[in-house]
């Protein structure tokens, strides 16, 4: 029998996608044949994952996980809406978070750096990496899944807040309190990042080159409007500040009308300050699901015809 070695393995992963352990058993089985064994894994459903590689996965969901003062969010990617609601694709999305929050823990992963968490052994089976757990996941459910994202918040509290079924996913760190109320708040507010997606957490976050970006704008929609172009600098200077003031109300988190206010003009910042005026929030992360990528335009009644006449 030839002995079977780590580039063999190597090899036929890269030509496959197929997870380690399948890829050395069938290279066992075959005894060493390269081509041999690419066709064992196809018959056998694990070379699936290689050819959904091309293929846009632009749906998916979010989840958080959260131990203590520590939570991690994640966002994983599938090709349909369908799938994300699956037991089995949610079931793993859980998992992948808690992977990546452990890893944070031990002052491993902190940030979105993807490569790092396929390669480390799967929590919830240390035979086989995250990656090996990916390319069975796809090839078991049957369309390309993604590892898209990943981030974490820490603070004296954390809270997540999880909306439309995974669609978006939200977390607020904050210091100064931890108890009931402090959670009840940042729950409140977790549910604005949400509806509202700020930018910023306060004003003193604010990039000047998202100012001098957005002032640029405002000056070109000036001097489109014959109107406003023909008014004095200083006229024009001061329209600007107001503009830009008002921009950041929408754009700054603590600036913002806070959603559940009864008298339509409370900030989010008042009503911290009004439960707890120690209560500083210290990050907020919201992933929506897909945002940023192409998605497909699938036309299902087509798909079906198409198979039908296949």
Same mark, same amino acid.
């Given at each position: 029998?030839?002995?079977?070695?780590?580039?063999?393995?190597?090899?036929?992963?890269?030509?496959?996608?197929?997870?380690?352990?399948?890829?050395?058993?069938? *290279?066992? %089985?075959?005894?060493?044949?390269? =081509?041999?064994?690419?066709?064992?894994?196809? +018959?056998? $459903?694990?070379?699936?994952? =290689? #050819?959904?590689?091309? /293929?846009?996965?632009?749906?998916?969901?979010?989840?958080?996980?959260?131990?203590? $003062?520590?939570?991690?969010?994640?966002?994983?990617?599938?090709?349909?809406?369908?799938?994300?609601? @699956?037991?089995?694709?949610?079931?793993?999305?859980?998992?992948?978070?808690?992977?990546? *929050? #452990?890893?944070?823990?031990?002052?491993?992963?902190?940030?979105?750096?993807?490569?790092?968490?396929?390669? %480390? @052994?799967?929590?919830?089976?240390?035979?086989?990496?995250?990656?090996?757990?990916?390319?069975?996941?796809?090839?078991?459910?049957?369309?390309?899944?993604?590892?898209?994202?990943?981030?974490? &918040?820490?603070?004296?509290?954390?809270?997540? !807040?999880?909306?439309?079924?995974?669609?978006?996913?939200?977390?607020?760190?904050?210091?100064?309190?931890?108890?009931?109320?402090?959670?009840?708040?940042?729950?409140?507010?977790?549910?604005?990042?949400?509806? *509202? @997606?700020?930018? !910023?957490?306060?004003?003193?976050?604010?990039?000047?080159? !998202?100012?001098?970006?957005?002032?640029?704008?405002? +000056? &070109?929609?000036?001097?489109?409007?014959?109107?406003?172009?023909?008014?004095?600098?200083?006229? +024009?200077?001061?329209?600007?500040?107001? /503009?830009?003031?008002?921009? *950041?109300?929408?754009?700054?988190?603590?600036?913002?009308? !806070?959603?559940?206010?009864?008298? $339509?003009?409370?900030?989010?910042?008042?009503?911290?300050?009004?439960?707890?005026?120690?209560?500083?929030?210290?990050?907020?992360? /919201?992933?929506?699901?897909?945002?940023?990528?192409?998605?497909?335009?699938?036309?299902?009644?087509? %798909?079906?015809?198409?198979?039908?006449?296949?």
């Amino acid at each position: 029998m030839a002995a079977i070695t780590a580039s063999m393995v190597k090899e036929l992963r890269e030509q496959t996608g197929a997870g380690m352990m399948d890829c050395k058993k069938a *290279l066992a %089985e075959t005894d060493g044949n390269m =081509e041999e064994a690419v066709e064992v894994l196809r +018959k056998s $459903g694990a070379a699936k994952a =290689e #050819k959904k590689a091309s /293929r846009i996965a632009a749906e998916g969901i979010a989840k958080a996980v959260i131990d203590g $003062g520590n939570a991690v969010v994640v966002e994983v990617s599938s090709e349909t809406d369908f799938v994300a609601k @699956n037991e089995v694709f949610q079931s793993f999305v859980e998992s992948v978070a808690k992977q990546a *929050l #452990k890893s944070s823990l031990n002052g491993g992963l902190d940030g979105e750096d993807i490569e790092a968490l396929l390669s %480390e @052994n799967y929590v919830e089976d240390s035979s086989k990496t995250v990656k090996d757990a990916l390319v069975e996941k796809t090839a078991t459910i049957g369309e390309k899944l993604s590892i898209r994202r990943f981030e974490k &918040a820490s603070g004296d509290v954390v809270v997540s !807040y999880i909306h439309g079924g995974g669609r978006i996913g939200v977390l607020v760190a904050a210091d100064g309190a931890n108890d009931d109320a402090a959670k009840e708040a940042l729950t409140n507010v977790a549910m604005q990042v949400a509806a *509202l @997606n700020p930018k !910023y957490i306060s004003d003193a976050d604010v990039d000047q080159a !998202y100012i001098d970006h957005e002032t640029e704008i405002i +000056k &070109a929609q000036m001097e489109a409007d014959p109107k406003e172009a023909a008014k004095p600098e200083n006229v +024009k200077q001061g329209m600007i500040k107001g /503009r830009i003031s008002k921009l *950041l109300k929408d754009v700054v988190l603590l600036d913002q009308v !806070y959603v559940k206010a009864e008298d $339509g003009k409370q900030t989010v910042a008042n009503y911290l300050a009004s439960v707890n005026k120690a209560l500083v929030i210290k990050k907020i992360v /919201r992933f929506e699901v897909g945002e940023g990528m192409e998605k497909k335009n699938e036309d299902f009644a087509a %798909e079906v015809a198409a198979q039908m006449n296949a």
